[in-house]
């Protein structure tokens, strides 16, 4: 057997006015986790797209176990033995788990010279895979009855399922809680055993230092280098990420807050089994984190509060007047926007520009004669939006899926700041972005509560949590089971003490 199991060799690829990827080489052996790190935007994804047969190399060469191949989309990626766990879900929501499983690869038997799927297999090759990676779904449940992170835990078992000698994992860890996480890392260890090759992208850097056997960094679309991660501290990788050294992840945030913008008094969802009475209060000028473990219906609760869920009573108050916000379009027009955490499922607009991402939420403010839409004051508005969030584009026209998932997360966060709102919801606002983005991200959330809005930002990274919140409420099974207003008591073990509250 070769060295390098996968090797990749002069990559190159460009987009419309962007060259996303210069003359990259990546060398992954056997049996080991090669983590691939870099900011959003260095190319990382499309690195992998592009190893996987979704994207089509303008240059570069692909070699397996030292054999030059050509791989032209994935199903020739996935018959040659590479597998990929993607960042961006995209589930089929009403079929089951194992139809999800097995998408496009279902099991059949022939009844005379018809094809049938055999559903019996596909029903007991899921639940052997299942078991295997030990995770405990119902393989005849529907997807829609899982989390975002559950469902990320299915597509965790696909890749495995299909006996892959190499395994992409993209981020995979963004929905997952910590037991779900610790699960992960033992069947990575056990593939690891077995001889598979795996790369690792990730920004969390404890996950890497944990997991990984060798770092390789992207910067701007270019092979920084490779090193053993043992010899790589933490700020060491941060610097060549970022090409700077990168000092006060969380920037200092001094509260000084003001009346009440919103109160909830004892909201109730529409299902039983969801969030109840639920009552909290929001500052002018503050920072409210809101923590609990995956389950806790912090999610559930805020989407109700936006009009995307049903609230069977409660009562809702912005300025200390009640509200009705039974639709999306009623909570922004009483002032609230929502960061949902699915960026994919609801949050981008994926067949559309940059500049109708961020201003479909400005579009009814900007008319002329009352039906023509204003198009210099709203390139106007993107322009500044693109700039001031360093979104790396190469104009407001580029079609948002092209970005990367950091540069499409700062373009949702640009349409809500277009937008002006008193309370803004962030649900899980810097899942899967780098430290470097992650830092502007802070600095823009600091910059919004000096000007007196109110934020609250679901979190379930702990440090994110407790370095960014003024205030955090904590939830656990649908309840509201704590509040600490300390900053002496702002720690993992009295969060965690709440979030564990049955």
Sequence with gaps: MAEYYLELK?????????????????????????????????????????????????????????????????????????????????????????????????????????????????????????????????????????????????????????????????????????????????????????????????????EIKRISDDITIMRDGTYVGTWPAAEMTTDQIIAKMVGRELTNVYPPHPCTPGDVILETKNVCSIHEKSFQDCSFKIRKGEIVGFGGLVGAQRTELMEAIFGMRGIQSGEIYVHGKKVDTKTPRKAMNAGIGLITEDRRGNGILGCLSIKDNTGISIYDKHLKAGFVLDHPTIDKIVDESIKKLSIKTPNAQEHIANLSGGNQQKVIIARWLANDPDVLIMDEPTRGIDVGAKHEIYEIMVELQKQGKAIIMISSEMAELLGMSDRIYVMCNGHIRGEITDPAEMTQEKVMSYATMF
């Design 10 to 206: 002069g990559v190159s690829k460009s987009f419309p006015g962007v060259k996303a990827l210069d003359n990259v080489s990546l060398s992954v052996r056997p049996g080991t986790v090669h983590a691939l790190m870099g900011e959003n935007g260095a190319g990382k994804s499309t690195l992998m797209k592009c190893l996987f047969g979704i994207y089509k190399m303008d240059a570069g060469e692909v070699y397996i176990n030292g054999e030059k191949v050509n791989i032209n989309n994935p199903d020739e990626a996935m018959k040659m033995g590479i597998a990929m766990v993607h960042q961006e879900l995209q589930p089929v929501l009403p079929r089951s788990v194992a139809e999800n499983m097995y998408l496009g690869r279902f099991p059949t038997h022939n009844y005379g010279p018809l094809k049938v799927i055999d559903h019996k297999k596909m029903y007991e090759d899921t639940a052997y895979w299942l078991k295997e990676v030990g995770m405990d779904f119902d393989p005849k449940a529907p997807l829609s009855d899982l989390s975002i992170g559950q469902m990320q835990s299915i597509e965790i078992a696909k890749a495995v399922s299909h006996e892959a000698k190499v395994i992409i994992f993209d981020e995979p860890t963004s929905s997952l809680s910590d037991k779900e996480v610790e699960v992960l890392f033992r069947i990575m260890n056990d593939l690891r055993d077995k001889g598979v090759a795996m790369i690792y992208i990730s920004h969390k850097m404890d």
